[in-house]
């Protein structure tokens, strides 16, 4: 079973940034990518963006494209999503989700096996 613990969340006004981390616990070797998602107050959760670990390919929704950047540290066993430009459309639970396989619907939660608990994030106007 993977761990993952989401930290980085917090309230910041429009304009501002954030970093979400997600540090992966025991089992890493079960994890073959990492998504990252973003769940609104009466929404279906979303898919931001996916890092294949080890990998140079990162994917991102339009949603995220040009203002979010999705990193990680192998050594670390922690991957980010640096978030710049935020909007008050951008207030969400936010959680990092790891995947088994190789998901071709990166974007679907449900292609992901573990989720961390989640982490809030707030932007006021």
């Known amino acids: 079973h993977v761990q993952l613990v989401e930290s980085g969340g917090g309230s910041v006004q429009a304009g501002g940034s954030l970093t979400l981390s997600c540090a992966a616990g025991?089992?890493?070797?079960?994890?073959?990518?990492m998504g990252w998602f973003r769940q609104r107050p009466g929404k279906d959760r979303e898919g931001l963006a996916v890092?294949?670990?080890?990998?140079?390919?990162?994917t991102y929704a339009d949603s995220a494209k040009g203002r979010f950047t999705a990193s990680q540290d192998l050594d670390k066993n922690t991957v980010y999503l640096q978030m710049n430009g935020l909007t008050p459309e951008d207030s969400a639970m936010y959680y990092c989700?790891?995947?088994?396989?190789?998901?071709?619907?990166?974007?679907?939660?449900?292609?992901?096996?573990?989720w961390g608990q989640g982490t809030q994030v707030t932007v006021s106007s």
């Open positions: 989700a790891a995947s088994r396989f190789y998901p071709v619907r990166w974007y679907s939660p449900a292609e992901y096996d573990y």
């Open positions: 025991r089992h890493t070797y079960e994890r073959n990518c």
């Open positions: 890092l294949w670990i080890g990998g140079a390919t990162t």
